[in-house]
Nanobody, 127 residues
Framework: HLVESGGGLVHAGGSLRLSCAAS????????MGWFRQAPGKEREEVSC????????YYADSAKGRFTISRDNAKNTVYLQVNGLKPEGAAVYFC??????????????????????WGQGTQVTVSS
């Protein structure tokens, strides 16, 4: 069970901290990803973090402005979103997947492999 929070309305250039609280799973063993989907567009992976090493990945659209982190003690993954642009308006989802191996870079895990998804949190950006 994944529950996102932290979305809202921000002005362009503003920041948000999205949270995703996990329950019912051994969170520390799961790879975690953040995705977003804007109306009429395909779902896009924004960032991910692996389970053991804290290695991360960012889409080009997120590099330099977004930061993913996880707190295994709190079963929570975060996405700090800075410098929001109008095109960043979307529903942001977190997702989780348990892999057989932990030496896989999360950037090599396709989105369709994630099998646990939250309901999403809406991010709206005013220009």
């Amino acid at each position: 069970h994944l529950v996102e929070s932290g979305g809202g309305l921000v002005h362009a250039g503003g920041s948000l901290r999205l949270s995703c609280a996990a329950s019912g799973l051994s969170f520390e063993h799961y790879y975690m990803g953040w995705f977003r989907q804007a109306p009429g567009k395909e779902r896009e992976e924004v960032s991910c973090i692996d389970s053991n090493y804290g290695r991360t990945y960012y889409a080009d659209s997120a590099k330099g402005r977004f930061t993913i982190s996880r707190d295994n003690a709190k079963n929570t993954v975060y996405l700090q979103v800075n410098g929001l642009k109008p095109e960043g308006a979307a529903v942001y989802f977190c997702a989780a997947v348990l892999l057989d191996r932990t030496d896989v870079a999360c950037s090599d895990v396709p989105g369709k492999k994630y099998d646990r998804w939250g309901q999403g949190t809406q991010v709206t950006v005013s220009s």
